[in-house]
């Protein structure tokens, strides 16, 4: 794992992330679960850490309800997105948009002040070490604080399908590799860890319960089967709908392209 490689690939994309890369329609669906998530959780006037912020859509979308957002990204030209969103929607003093990487919590020396911390579409899969962001969330957060994660998944239904019907087998299998792997994103390298719920879970059971969790993009496609949308969109709705039923029941909610979890700090 090279955490500048990753570094540099999602610098070299901040530019349009905004655009079909980042956020198509079926990322944004997939927000607007995220969304729906931290309204049920987090109380008005919250004090937050977004980690792997992006452009900044869910810390300003965040500080446009009144919550006050420390907006974090390992990537420079990503927060510069943040940065500059926030000073178009005149909200800098809600949101304070910081390079510096899950990895690196521990610059944060606001130790027990924060109401919660989330990070959304799989910033934590580019993270060395789960554990060290376990400790530091902990750290970071006052009792009862939450956690509110959308993690990239091992079993994604539509994912091993679509490939096996390809008959790429190398693509089919590679969500299931123990550690790192790389990823490509415009001719750079992305290292990513799949996650099962579970596994993700454990670096974070001792200082954090386990309040929910959910698959999402089970029934429905994975966002960058765009097509499926675009031909059946009356069937993408309906799959959607089922999503938002039964993803969350036992056993189904291993399975999904992301997996949302909810911890609370004990
Ligand atoms: C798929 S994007 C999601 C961005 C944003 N959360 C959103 O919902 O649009 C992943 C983000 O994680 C960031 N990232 C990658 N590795 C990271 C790390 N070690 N620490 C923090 N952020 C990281 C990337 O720079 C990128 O902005």
Redesign the pocket.
Known sequence: MN?QE?QTA?DSVAADYDGPR??NAMIQDM?RDMWHWLDATFAPRSRLID?????G??AIRMAQLGHRVTA????PQ?VMRTSERAARERLTDSVRSMTL???ELDRLGETGIYDGAYS????LN??PVLSDVARECARLLRPGGKLVFTVIGRICPWEIAHYMRRRQWARVKVRFARGFVPVSMNKHTIWTHYYGPREFYRPFRQEFSLTHHRGLCLFAPPPYLTWIRDRHPAAYDCLRRLDRRAAGWPLLRAAGDHFLMIMTKR
């Open positions: 955490l990753t999602f980042g956020n927000r980690i792997g912020c992006g452009t859509l869910d974090t990204d390992w990537s990503m990487g899950a990895h959304n579409l799989g910033p580019c993270v």
